[in-house]
C-alpha cells in the first residue's frame, strides 16, 4: 500500500479516533494544517508542540488499530504533500502577514495571496464553508473566534487583519470608559484582538446598510473604537463591485481600512482604488448549454405564470421577490444573497435557450470574481454553495484595494 492511501488529515474525522481523543474543542485539523502551512518559516513555532503531538496521536492510532507500521517523519511528508497540493497554496515568497477572520470561503486570502500575502491564522464558525476553504487552501479554519480558545492560538505578528465581519446591533444604553459598548456582538471580538496584536493595518468589509443602521450609531462606534479607543486611523468608502472590480454584479459594500499611527505614519498617503470600466457582460459569466434539470423551472410550477409573463430577455438577471419578478435593467447580476439558495427572496434568475432557471453555483461563484475553472466546489448541497457565494467578498475588488494598502505599506 502506497503511504498516501495509509494517512490522510481527513483521519482527524473518523469516528473511532474521534471517540478515542475527544476534546471539549477539537482544533487538530485547524492546528495541523496551519503548522504544515507555515512549515518552512518561524511561524510554525506557534503550533509545533500541539501539532506534533496530534500527529504521533494519528500515527500511534494507524499502527495500532490498523497494523500498520508508519513513522512520523514519513507521515509529515505526506501530509505536507497534502496541503500543499491545492488550487491556491501559500506562497513561497511573501511580502507580508495577515490573519482572516469571519473567512467563509476565502475571498480575503485569495486577494491577499494575490499581492503576495502570507495568510497565518484564519477562523471562520461554519463547517460546509471550512470544507470549501480547505479544498482550496489546504487548510482547515479554526472555530468560534469569539472563545478565547480560538483567538489564544492568533500569532503574535501579522501586519494586517482582514475581516468581512457579520453586522450586529450595539448597545448604547452603557459606556465603558467613556466608548459605547460592544459587548456581546462580534465586532468586540475584533475589538479585542486588535487591541492585543497591534496589526499596522485593519481591513473590514460589511454591507452598505452598515453606515445607516441604527440612525448611524453602529457605524460611528465602529470608528470611535477604531480611532479614540484603539489608536487608528479610518479611511471609510462604500464601493460597487459593477464600477471599481469589473464584475458585472450590482454589489455595494462599506470598507474600513484602518492604519495605526504609531507603525504607519504616511498613512494620509492611503486612497480607495478608482472606478474602472465594466468591460464585461453577464454573458462572460454564464455557462453556455443547458445545465442540471433541477435548476429550470416547470411549467407546473405555481411561479411560472409570472416568470414566462415578464423574463422575455436574455440579457440580464431577474430576481425573484417573493411575489413579483423584478428585472434588473442595467444588465447586471443584482447583490447576491446568502438566502438565494433557501428558494425565498432575491432568487436570481436567467432565461436561457432552454427555459427559465437559476443561477448554478459555479456562476455565483464567478459573479464574485473567483476563478471557477480552478477554484473547486466541493460536494454539498447547492443551498450551502449559494449561500457561500452570497456572504463572500468579491475578490477582484478586495485585491484592488490590497493594492492600494501595500502601497502605504
Known amino acids: 500500500m502506497k503511504m498516501k492511501e495509509e ?3 481527513e483521519e482527524f474525522d473518523g469516528k473511532k479516533f474521534k471517540i478515542r481523543f475527544v476534546e471539549e474543542e477539537d482544533n487538530r485539523k485547524a492546528v495541523l494544517t496551519h503548522y504544515l502551512h507555515n512549515y518552512h518559516n518561524g511561524v510554525k513555532k506557534h503550533f509545533e508542540k500541539e501539532a506534533t503531538e496530534y500527529l504521533n496521536q494519528i500515527v500511534e492510532y494507524k499502527n495500532e488499530v490498523e497494523n500498520l507500521n508508519i513513522v512520523s517523519d514519513l507521515a509529515l511528508q505526506q501530509l505536507l504533500f497534502e496541503v500543499e497540493n491545492v488550487p491556491f497554496p501559500t506562497p513561497k515568497n511573501y511580502n507580508f502577514k495577515f490573519i482572516d477572520l469571519f473567512a467563509g470561503i476565502g475571498g480575503f486570502r485569495l486577494a491577499m495571496q494575490n499581492v503576495g500575502g502570507k495568510c497565518v491564522f484564519t477562523s471562520e464558525w461554519d463547517e460546509n464553508a471550512k470544507k470549501t ?4 487552501y489546504g487548510e482547515t479554519p479554526f ?3 469569539t472563545k478565547d480558545i ?4 492568533i500569532p503574535e505578528n501579522f501586519d494586517v487583519l482582514c475581516a468581512g465581519f457579520p453586522c450586529q446591533a450595539f448597545s ?4 465603558r470608559k467613556g466608548f459605547h459598548d460592544t459587548r456581546g456582538t462580534l465586532f468586540f471580538d475584533l475589538e ?3 487591541e492585543t496584536h497591534r496589526p499596522k493595518v485593519v481591513f473590514l468589509e460589511n454591507v452598505k446598510n452598515l453606515v445607516s443602521h441604527d440612525k448611524g450609531n453602529t457605524f460611528k462606534i465602529i470608528l470611535e473604537i477604531l480611532e479614540d479607543k484603539l489608536g487608528y486611523k479610518a479611511y471609510t468608502k462604500v464601493l460597487n463591485s459593477a464600477t471599481h472590480a469589473n464584475i458585472p454584479q450590482n454589489r455595494e459594500r462599506i470598507f474600513i481600512v484602518a492604519f495605526d499611527e504609531k507603525q504607519v505614519n504616511n498613512h494620509s498617503e492611503f486612497k480607495f482604488p478608482e472606478p474602472i470600466p465594466l468591460t464585461k457582460t453577464i454573458h462572460d459569466i454564464l455557462e453556455k448549454g443547458k445545465q442540471n434539470e433541477n435548476l429550470y423551472y416547470k411549467k407546473d410550477h405555481q411561479y411560472y405564470p409570472e416568470l414566462k409573463k415578464t423574463m422575455i430577455s436574455k440579457d440580464t438577471v431577474y ?3 417573493r411575489v413579483y419578478v423584478r428585472e ?3 444588465n447586471l447580476c443584482p447583490t447576491l444573497t446568502a438566502n438565494m439558495g433557501a428558494g425565498g427572496h432575491n432568487v436570481p434568475l436567467i432565461l436561457d435557450d432552454y427555459g427559465i432557471r437559476k443561477l448554478t453555483p459555479k456562476e455565483c461563484f464567478a459573479f464574485q470574481g473567483y476563478p471557477v475553472d480552478e477554484y473547486i466546489l466541493p460536494n454539498i448541497a447547492n443551498s450551502r454553495l449559494y449561500m457561500q457565494a452570497g456572504n463572500s467578498v468579491t475578490t477582484p475588488l478586495i485585491e484592488r484595494i490590497s493594492k492600494e494598502i501595500l502601497k502605504v505599506l
Open 192 to 194: 479585542k484582538i486588535i
Open 150 to 153: 480560538t483567538k489564544n492560538y
Open 7 to 9: 494517512i490522510s488529515i
Open 143 to 145: 472555530g468560534d473566534i
Open 328 to 330: 434588473n435593467k442595467s
Open 172 to 175: 448604547i444604553a452603557g459606556y
Open 133 to 136: 476553504y480547505r479544498a482550496n
Open 319 to 321: 430576481q425573484w421577490r
